[in-house]
Each structure stands twice: as structure tokens, then as C-alpha cells.
């Protein structure tokens, strides 16, 4: 079975540009999660997708955000970049309400 | 708000001797309770989950941790560390009744285990 794969891997952008990633959930998960990591600040919980809808967001401005598609693939969009946005973008997803969380291996966000 | 403390940033231990990495979870009611381990430049890979029911859990790699009500804790141990387990660690509680259902996982800050050969 494959696992939650994310792309890019890397992504350099400098201040002000638009940025987005992408994420696959494992096969039948439907919701898939964002965190972020950045330096200093650990992980943070960002968005939350189900069943194609936003269901919840983190303590992040409306700057960033992002959509479920029909095949519960989803996308992270964080426009008006700044410094503090460069970070390693982890997306998980999970199989139903509780439930354990699978992660992918992330994209590198450097903003310049 | 949930909150999940670590307090060894860093754990030098060598190859072959015990491992214990502590977790303190602050929630008011029955937490869903994680231990992740995190390869430098990689992804979160799930060590270990407890729900329900018996409070001593067995996971992966031969890690194991206890739930304990009473000290709110869930460590993470291990009674003899390979060099590859070199990795960070991340405790994680999982907010049970999140709006909408789901299970947003609030994180410690980790902890870095440095393995000596």
C-alpha cells in the first residue's frame, strides 16, 4: 500500500510570490491533515480536509489555504510570503474520526 | 487547550543500554496518545498509539510506553537502543471531540536521541 506522498520535495520562493504544495492521501483515507514545522516552533497543526471540505484550521492567518479534490488529494496554498513562512510542510492522513495520523515526508518551503 | 511536554530536548544513550523518553500531557479527558519518530530531513513514522484499554502499548522497532492517569504521562521506552534509532522523538495528543469530528494532534517539542557505538 502506498503511503502519503507530497510534492515538491523542495520549493524555494522569495517574499511576496505564492506558494503551493501538494499531498496524497494513503488509498480509502479521506481526511488529510497540514502541519507545520518550523524552527523553534515545532510542529503546528494548520488545516484539516474532509470529504472535500475545510473543517478546521490552526492559528494560522487566511493567507494560508488550501482544498480537498474529489479523490481526497489536497493542495496547501500560502500566498503574500514571508521569511517566517520557510518551513518543512507536513500533510497526514487518516482513515476515518480517530484514528492514528499517516505522515509523508514533507516539502521543504524556503522563502528568500 | 491540550498541551504535551518533553522535557529532554536532548538523550545521549549508547547501543545497547535502556531508553526511556519521558511525555507529560496536560487534557481533561481520555487522551489519544502518540509517539512519532521523525529521521532528519523526513517525515513523522508512528512508533506506538494508545486509545483504550491496556495502559502498557506495544509498537514498533521494540519500543513500548505506558499510559499513567494518575502522573499524566506516556513514556516511551525501549530496553536496548540500536544505533539507528538515532532520530528525533515527538509525544502527540490527539483532541478528541474536535469540531467536527477528526482528531487534531497537538505535539512536544521533541526530543533528539543521540546513540554512542
Known amino acids: 500500500e502506498a503511503g502519503v506522498t507530497q510534492s515538491p520535495t523542495h520549493l524555494i520562493k522569495t517574499r511576496g510570490q505564492q506558494a503551493t504544495l501538494r499531498c496524497s492521501p494513503i488509498s480509502g483515507h479521506t481526511s488529510v491533515y497540514w502541519y507545520q514545522q518550523a524552527l523553534g516552533l515545532g510542529l503546528q497543526f494548520l488545516l484539516w480536509?474532509?470529504?472535500?471540505?475545510?473543517?478546521n484550521r490552526g492559528n494560522f492567518p487566511p493567507r494560508f489555504s488550501g482544498r480537498q479534490f474529489p479523490n481526497y488529494s489536497s493542495e496547501l496554498n500560502v500566498n503574500a510570503l514571508e521569511l517566517e513562512d520557510s518551513a518543512l510542510y507536513l500533510c497526514a492522513s487518516m482513515r476515518g474520526t480517530y484514528n492514528e495520523q499517516f505522515f509523508g515526508p514533507g516539502t521543504r518551503l524556503t522563502v528568500l | 487547550a491540550q498541551s504535551v511536554t518533553q522535557p529532554d530536548i536532548h538523550i545521549t544513550v549508547s547501543e545497547g543500554a535502556s531508553l526511556e523518553l519521558r511525555c507529560n500531557y496536560s487534557y481533561g479527558a481520555t487522551p489519544y496518545l502518540f509517539w512519532y519518530v521523525q529521521s532528519p530531513g523526513q517525515g513523522l513514522q508512528l512508533l506506538l498509539k494508545?486509545?483504550?484499554?491496556?495502559?502498557l502499548v506495544q509498537g514498533i522497532k521494540g519500543f513500548e510506553a505506558e499510559f499513567k492517569r494518575s502522573q499524566s504521562s506516556f513514556n516511551l521506552r525501549k530496553p536496548s537502543v540500536h544505533w539507528s534509532d538515532a532520530a528525533e522523538y515527538f509525544c502527540?495528543?490527539?483532541?478528541?471531540?474536535?469540531?467536527?469530528?477528526?482528531?487534531?494532534?497537538?505535539f512536544g517539542t521533541g526530543t533528539q536521541l543521540k546513540v554512542e557505538l
Open positions: 502527540a495528543v490527539g483532541e478528541e471531540g474536535f469540531t467536527g469530528g477528526g482528531n487534531k494532534l497537538t
Open positions: 494508545y486509545f483504550s484499554g491496556d495502559t
Open positions: 480536509y474532509d470529504e472535500g471540505e475545510e473543517r
